[in-house]
């Protein structure tokens, strides 16, 4: 599928579309609750990401050129897996098994070619080191293919974190792009109260081009993600809100994994836009 | 593959040897490249860094940092030789290997250098006695522990040549004895049985194996029927030759440069347990502590992985259960 000439209109339709996904695999996952949180946060990124951000298709998916998508912060799993259907790497059938016993998609994403996902994760602060090494491959191929790592803020709690981007910088890697989902919580609350830092400066004194923006402005991400590389890697801080769009999930630390009531759950359906009785 | 001299190898020590091997196999395989966590002089790779630099990357004293990029090497199917301490390689970045090399079954070869008590009087931060219990555990991890240094090259070649995440421990120090195998071969995952005996089996790993030939010697000169196992490929270890052993000897002695807990002798005794009328198993080894510190001789001595202290040993235990 070429997806270059989506608009920001179409690019918002799949968004939502992905909102609703999330919200009913969520509500579906076996009964014990899934990452909303962090995945809802997650979705104009990975949306505008795979629309117009990757050079990739679904029938090139295993394509050594095309753009690499590593997800590292595996909690967001929700988000990539309605993004992969929304953009034809895996059917509905496989989609609605998410989080179910024995399925191929999990709570948290194992690497599957075939299906699109590059990287196994859950464990924080190991994309970025597999980024570096990919980045580092396509330069001894000559090869332009970019390199794409979706973090948490919380994530970067990781010290491996801070090796990978240092040595990101060292080796000069321009087409390795960082994504941060800067929701400002994490699992025990928020992240200025568990562990200030300053990102922008962080990545800044690592020696990275920083990008800050709204994670949720569709023609904001187009815009960075178009923007021609420079000699360093490009770290995108993206502000967004935990939880987006659910109104009971929004900035809810108790929401990054949870498990709704049905009262709930027809809430969120609303909020979304999503019959509570669809399929 | 040719393998040189084995006392020209011996010379060069099992880091060298690596070296040479790592940039003697590069030349055939265009697929090889060489990362190090600061150690490129010292894990032997600074020819290969002067002669590939193109192939060749330096990530600092970052190990996490160096499997993961690894990792991401081997994701394009590149074929990745990272190099730090054993230790580093086993501990400090333990959850890496365990998730890339592990659950993603990335075909990164992580080497181990300085292993055992191979880093004398840097004392017990760099002595590495833990690394087999630790990565034995880890699910599709190869886990390969040379005898000498001839064995060290073929190693190398194997391994590149094998699409397995793999773990490489290099024991032993320069002027490391040479093991005479003669009229056996290396193959990944198959133990080279030197010597069978009926009294007792030694089965040995890296830089002990040497010294299980040696105490093998004086036991058969005081009149036992002695064997000696190489046991160079610990994961997955060679269950057909431990098998065979049963009913064959009547005694096993492992001997290795390592903790007496999740190494050689834990992998051994996980076989045989379950093994109807298997001979006792005396496992030797460095004893659940902190050894005090000292040249590499004194670890050795201090931990009686001596040849005469062995043989002594072994032969009151034998005897004394006979």
Known sequence: MSAEGLTDEALAAIAGRCRKWIVSIGHNAGGYGAHFGPALSLVEIMTVLYGVGVRQSPDQRLNSERDRVILSKGHGSLALYAALHEFGYIDQELLVSAERDGTLLPGQPVRNRELGIEFSSGTLGMGLSFGVGLALSARMMKSERGVYVLMGDGETNEGSVWEAAMSAAHFGLSRLIAIVDVNRLQSDGRTAEIMSCSLRGMWEGFGWDVIALDGHSIPGLRVALQTPISTRPRCILASTVKGKGVSFMEDAAEWHHGLMTEGQFETACGDVGRRASAP | MKIPSGRGLSRLG???????????????????????????????????????????????????????????????GWIPFATTFANFAAMRSCEFVRHHLGYMQQNVKIVGIGAGFAMGQFGNTHYSLEDVGVLRSIPNLTIV??????????AVYAIAASFAPTYLRLSGVPSMPCVDQEGTSFNLGEARVLRSGTDVTFIGTGSMVSVAVRAANQLTARGLSVGVVNMHTLKPIDELVLNGLVGQTAALVTIEEHSVIGGLGSAVAEVVAAVMAAPPLLRL??????????????????????????????????????
């Open chain 2, 145 to 154: 522990s040379p005898a000498d240094c001839s064995e060290v090259y073929a």
């Open chain 2, 14 to 76: 099992p880091r060298g040897t690596f070296g040479m091997a790592l940039l003697d196999a590069a030349k055939e395989s265009d697929r090889i490249v060489g990362l190090t966590a600061d150690l490129a002089i010292t894990s032997g790779m600074e020819r290969f860094r002067v002669q590939m630099p193109e192939r060749f990357f330096n990530v600092g004293i970052a190990e996490q940092n160096l499997v993961g990029i690894a990792a991401g090497l081997a994701d394009d």
């Open chain 2, 285 to 322: 080894g460095v004893c659940d502590a902190f050894p005090k510190v000292g040249s590499y001789e004194y670890a050795l001595e201090q931990c009686g992985l001596v040849d005469n202290v062995i043989a002594t040993a072994v032969e009151r235990w034998v005897r004394g259960a006979a």
